[in-house]
Each structure stands twice: as C-alpha cells, then as structure tokens.
C-alpha cells in the first residue's frame, strides 16, 4: 500500500496527538516546571509568554515551506526537533543556570511546534476529502486534546507522584517527565516516517524563494483587502482576551500557598484538575458548541458563544474569595470555566475559517488569523505579570480585573461583521477546523 492510500485513521489521531503535547508543553507545563523549580509568578508569566511568539510569527514562514520539500517532510523533521528541544531542556534543568537555557530550548520547541501545525494541517486539507474532513473532525479535537491531557494532566501528576511518594527532588521529577516528552515526539516521528501521506504540493512547489517571497506579498495583500477585516481583526484578537489571563495565571493561582492568597494544591492535584477534568469538560463543551453551531449557524450562535466563554471567568474570582478546601468542589468549579471555554472556542475557530480564510489563500489565511490569535495569548501573557504586580500580589483583584477585560469580547462579538453569507460560509462548515487549542 502506498503511503497516499493509508487509511486517514493510521495516521490522524497521531498527527494532532503530536501536535497538542508539545503545544502544552511550551504553553502551560513550562509555567508549571518553573513554579516547582522556585522562579517568580512576574518571571513566569513575563518569559514563558514570549514562547508563544512563533505562533504569533509563523504566517511569516509558513509561506516559505510551501515552495521546498513536501509538508510530510516539514511536519517528521519538526517532530525530531522537538524531541530534541526537550531533551536539551531536560538536560539543563540540573544546571544552575537552567532558567536561560531550558527558555532558549522551549523556544525551539515553539518555533518547531508552530511551524509542524502549518504544515500538518495542510496535509490534512490536501489529502482528506472534505466529506471526510467532517468525518474525523471531531477526532481531530479530540486527539489534540488528548495531548493536552497527556502534557498538563498525566506528566504533571506523575511528578507529583514521584515527588510526594518516591521522595525525588523537582529536578529529578522534572528531567524525567521532560525526557518522556522528548521520548513521545521522537516515537511521533519514527511512526509518521511509516504512514504519514505527503500532502498534495502547492502552486509554489519547486518554483524556489523568489517564487515564494513573491507569493507572500501576494497573500499579505489579499488578506488586507478582505471586506471588514480590521473589525475582524478586533473581534479574533479579544475574542479570548481574558482566558489569555485566567490561562496564564490559573495554574499558578491553584499552586501558591493559601498564605499568599491561592489554593495550595500539589501537582498531583493539579494534574487532575486543571489537566484531566478540565481538559476533558473543554472537549465536551467544544463537542456541544459544534453541535449547537450546526443546529443555528454560526451569525445567530457566534454572541451567545461569546457569552459562554467569558461569563464562566466569574469562576476564579469566587474561588479566589471563599478558597475552598474541598478539591472535589475545586476541580467542579474549573470544570465549569473550561466547559465554557471549550464551547465558546469554537465560534472562534469557525469566525476565523468561514469568515476570514475564505479565498485563493484559505491556508494561509487561515494560519495568519491564528497567528492574531496567538498574539492574544502573547499579549495577555506579558500583561498578566504587570497586573500581577499592579494588584500588590493579590489574586482577588487580579481576577477582579479579568472581569472587567472580559466584556470587550462580548461587545465586539455584538458588533461582529460576517461578511459571508451562510450560503457561502456552509461550503467551509464542513471543513475541520484544526483542533482546539492551536
């Protein structure tokens, strides 16, 4: 069997597993590695936020990699190079001048994980037929959050268990769940060597970089000339403004002591909750969000799922004021708000596909709206530690302010323009979105 006829099953639920670990990685374990390992919440929050940068970054590249080799090529290479990232940060976490090292190598981590996204995707596109598409969307998600879950529930409870019940310092812990990331990328890529099709190749295949640079500005000129596409712009970029805080600040709120005003659970706990629960509620809320878009179309559901994701961010600052003991009651609570986060995202990711991808460009259209997506986490991230010290530490007033950061989104969604009517828009309805938490 060639590798273009392989079943989709043999090689899809791997591709976006392979693209959510690392994801996670860099986004949410990192914070979680440094926090054990004695650095600041300002210095977390300020550093590890600007890993997210190559998301930000990559519709600057991502049409550069159309025009040389095939994306099964860019998507095996970047796996290898994550698990060699990861192996470099486990390397250097028992180096006393870890915090810089093991920040350099996330970096490559992000830089290879942003630009396997691109690329894995469009094999998706380009090999899938769209009735197929459809078929293994909801696959799609789900194996991407099964990453997800992999990274930030089962590795950060296994160094919670190795911590409280093997007696290992957080450096051993660390280095051994790390060079079990590592090991997964590596085992990612030896199996999509076997069975990962090459995608079809572009209109830019073999014409070399003068060709590609050429139809960059090409691609940057056309996604300017959309119809509304600055307002568009506004509503993806604070669409999910204040998760961006609650995202970055939430794991460390549930980890500080309850002296310095949070929850004081272990990472046992941790991993459970703000990983497995909560990774599982966002599946389920992204699975009914699809669901009740097909049912509405997305104009007359795109408000009502605006208020879905941000009316839940009241979850934190009551948490933050009663401080319940109860970790059974805990993990319902964070439940609730990534219930609503995994719903609402879903009218992000079909705003950005049926509204914006539309066009001889859909691809990298689509990777450009992602990137203003990315710059929101970006953004949020570097913010969060200057209100973090604008609020004298405290995590009341901190999540008090994430309300207030909350109502721009549901205003501009109000105010969203779709351009595409839903006749048009459908043509994109059955298209996969790529998965959830990109």
């Not at 300002?42 to 970054?57: G, H, R």
Request: charged share 10%.
């Amino acid at each position: 069997m060639t590798q273009n006829c392989r079943h989709p099953l043999t090689w899809v639920p791997s591709l976006y597993l392979a693209m959510g670990l690392p994801n996670v990685m860099v986004g949410v374990v990192a914070a979680i590695i440094y926090k054990n390992l004695g650095i600041s919440n300002e210095d977390i929050a300020l550093y590890t936020s600007q890993m997210y940068l190559p998301w930000v970054l990559k519709p600057l590249w991502a049409p550069l990699l159309e025009a040389f080799r095939s994306k099964r090529f860019w998507v095996i290479s970047m796996e290898f190079t994550m698990a060699a990232g990861l192996g470099l940060v486990a390397l250097c976490l028992p180096l006393e001048g870890f915090f810089k090292l093991s920040l350099a190598f996330f970096w490559i981590v992000g830089f290879a994980s942003a630009t396997q996204d691109t690329c894995a995707d469009g094999v998706f596109m380009t090999t899938v037929s769209k009735t197929d598409q459809a078929r293994y969307s909801g696959l799609q998600g789900m194996c991407w959050n099964m990453g997800a879950v992999v990274a930030s529930g089962l590795f950060v409870s296994l160094t919670g268990y190795l911590h409280n019940h093997m007696g290992m310092s957080w450096v051993q812990c660390w280095v051994i769940v790390v060079s079990m990331a590592a090991a997964a990328m590596a085992l990612f890529g030896l199996w999509h060597v076997r069975v990962l099709p090459p995608g079809s190749p572009s209109a830019l295949h073999g014409q070399g970089l003068s060709g590609s640079i050429t139809a960059t500005r090409e691609v940057w000129f056309t996604f300017f000339q959309k119809p509304q596409i600055w307002m568009m712009l506004a509503v993806i970029f604070f669409y999910r403004f204040g998760e961006g805080f609650i995202e970055k600040f939430g794991p460390l709120f549930l980890l500080d002591g309850r002296a310095t005003g949070g929850l004081g659970l272990d990472n046992e706990a941790l991993g459970h909750i703000n990983g497995t629960v909560g990774t599982l509620a966002f599946i389920a809320g992204a699975f009914l969000g699809g669901f009740f878009v097909a049912r509405r179309t997305l104009p007359r559901s795109f408000f009502t799922l605006a208020l879905v994701l941000n009316i839940p961010h009241l979850t934190y600052f009551y948490l933050s004021q009663s401080m319940p003991t109860d970790t059974v009651w805990v993990a319902t609570i964070i439940a609730i708000e990534k219930f609503g986060f995994g719903m609402g995202s879903v009218g992000h990711m079909l705003y950005m596909m049926q509204q914006i991808a539309p066009g001889p460009f859909r691809m990298a259209h689509y990777a450009m709206a992602t990137g203003v997506m990315a710059l929101t986490k970006w953004g949020t991230g570097t913010v969060s530690g200057l209100l973090w010290n604008a609020v004298d530490h405290h995590y009341v007033s901190f999540f008090g302010w994430v309300l207030i950061f909350s109502i721009p989104p549901v205003v501009l969604a109000w105010l969203a323009p779709f351009p595409h009517d839903h006749e048009e828009a459908a043509e994109f309805h059955g298209e996969a979105a790529p998965a959830g938490g990109h």
